[in-house]
T-cell receptor, first 112, second 113 residues
Framework: GENVEQHPSTLSVQEGDSAVIKCTYS??????FPWYKQELGKGPQLIIDIRSNVGEKKDQRIAVTLNKTAKHFSLHITETQPEDSAVYFC???????????FGTGTRLTVIP | EAQVTQNPRYLITVTGKKLTVTCSQNMNHEYMSWYRQDPGLGLRQIYYSMNVEVTDKGDVPEGYKVSRKEKRNFPLILESPSPNQTSLYFC????????????FGPGTRLTVT
């Protein structure tokens, strides 16, 4: 099956700075890459996703980039705010399958 | 309100005592899935269902059973729980398949002693 690696496991940034979380995947057939945010005591919630026919996608302060050749994708959060503090998970799905493989998570702390 | 509900939210049980965690969604979604979340391992898929009476194994199905008799419900059954099944469990649903956002429930924290 697919293997998704995520780095770093923890990340602390000052409010207003940018945060970058990186993931790699192993199966070149993967074509859907969502990012989920999990706040304390809650279930994960989708914040942005990208498909393999697109190299970059933005939604306000959040952006995701995908490099299919290198098999890695990244989440970029600009102008971080304290409410961005959470655990972030990347994931990958193989074309035609219905399994979603998650990374191990990054705990982001935004320091006011 | 569109949501995925799970019950119970917390459960402490003993080895070998059968238990069921219920999951229900009110969004008429076809796809439903169960995950377990463990420190350092992220979320791992246990089982998923594409529609009523259609279920399939995920990454870590051993020791679990599921059923999908109705579209809205997708219970997770542990027939003989063991301590290594102590975990945080999430149910999720999406409209048809993984091309769409999955909506997660609030989680069930299970402890098996």
């Amino acid at each position: 099956g697919e293997n998704v690696e995520q780095h770093p496991s923890t990340l602390s940034v000052q409010e207003g700075d940018s945060a970058v979380i990186k993931c790699t995947y192993s199966d070149s057939a993967s074509n859907y890459f969502p990012w989920y945010k999990q706040e304390l005591g809650k279930g994960p919630q989708l914040i942005i996703d990208i498909r393999s026919n697109v190299g970059e996608k933005k939604d306000q302060r959040i952006a995701v980039t995908l490099n299919k050749t290198a098999k890695h994708f990244s989440l970029h959060i600009t102008e971080t705010q304290p409410e961005d503090s959470a655990v972030y998970f990347c994931a990958a799905s193989i074309a035609g399958a219905n399994n979603l493989f998650f990374g191990t998570g990054t705990r982001l702390t935004v320091i006011p | 309100e569109a949501q995925v509900t799970q019950n119970p939210r917390y459960l402490i049980t003993v080895t070998g005592k059968k238990l069921t965690v219920t999951c229900s969604q009110n969004m008429n979604h076809e796809y439903m899935s169960w995950y377990r979340q463990d420190p350092g391992l992220g979320l791992r898929q246990i089982y998923y269902s594409m529609n009523v009476e259609v279920t399939d194994k995920g990454d870590v199905p051993e020791g679990y059973k599921v059923s999908r008799k109705e579209k809205r419900n997708f219970p997770l059954i542990l027939e003989s729980p063991s301590p290594n099944q102590t975990s945080l469990y999430f149910c999720a649903s999406s409209p048809t398949d993984l091309r769409y956002e999955q909506y997660f429930g609030p989680g069930t924290r299970l402890t098996v002693t």
